[in-house]
């Protein structure tokens, strides 16, 4: 099992659009290429000095590394695009790729 794992300071001013375009519009996107089985979003509560804005993970689970490049090649850019074009400057994004073990 791959996780694809989007950790995103959103800033406050846009929070409530971008959450519900996120859960409406964006994740279904990425889960309609069929590559990821399922996803979570969650909010974190841990305080970051320094940070302003409000602090999301979004996690989408893989089958395989494979499957991962796949959506990497053939739909990160135009999905990841879409955001920034909708939100740009009012968001930063931090991606991570985990394997289970």
Request: proline share 1%.
């Amino acid at each position: 099992m791959v996780l694809y794992n989007v950790t995103i300071n959103v800033d406050d001013s846009i929070r409530e659009e971008w959450l519900k375009w996120m859960k409406e519009v964006h994740i279904p996107n990425v889960l309609q290429t069929g590559l990821f089985l399922h996803h979570r979003i969650f909010k974190l509560l841990t305080v970051v000095e320094d940070n302003d804005g409000t602090n999301y993970a979004i996690q989408y689970y893989c089958e395989s590394m494979q499957r991962y490049r796949e959506y990497e090649h053939k739909y990160a850019a135009r999905l990841q695009g879409e955001v920034n074009e909708r939100y740009a400057g009012k968001f930063v994004a931090f991606r991570t790729i985990l394997e289970e073990v």
